[in-house]
């Protein structure tokens, strides 16, 4: 079993800035993919940003510019850094990891939710 905790949600003006942080924890062997998706009321659930092991990224058009996503691969951490906020960000945003879990001859693939942080931004 694979766990994914987020941090950093809250309230926020627009123009603001907001950093969500999500860490991967239990047996993990390696995590390749790792990404921020939300969900504002009745709308679907959207990719904003994605991350490899290695370093590349991939944004959702609306957040180009003002999102950034990145890892940290040793603590098994994601975080997206959030500025120029506007109130169409609003929404729960849910942390997302693919990878392999248990040990090297015993290999099972994964695929992880967190539970989901409030992002609101208002006046």
């Known amino acids: 079993q694979v766990q994914l905790v987020e941090s950093g949600g809250g309230l926020v003006q627009p123009g603001g800035s907001l950093r969500l942080s999500c860490a991967a924890s239990g047996s993990i062997f390696s995590i390749n993919a790792m990404g921020w998706y939300r969900q504002a009321p009745g709308k679907q659930r959207e990719l904003v940003a994605a991350?490899?092991?290695?370093?590349?990224?991939n944004y959702a058009d609306s957040v180009k510019g003002r999102f950034t996503i990145s890892r940290d691969n040793a603590k098994n951490t994601v975080y997206l850094q959030m500025n120029s906020l506007k109130p169409e960000d609003t929404a729960v945003y849910y942390c997302n990891a693919e990878g392999y879990s248990g040990s090297l001859f015993s290999l099972r693939s994964f695929g992880s939710w967190g539970q989901g942080t409030q992002v609101t931004v208002s006046w």
């Open positions: 991350i490899t092991r290695a370093g590349n990224t």
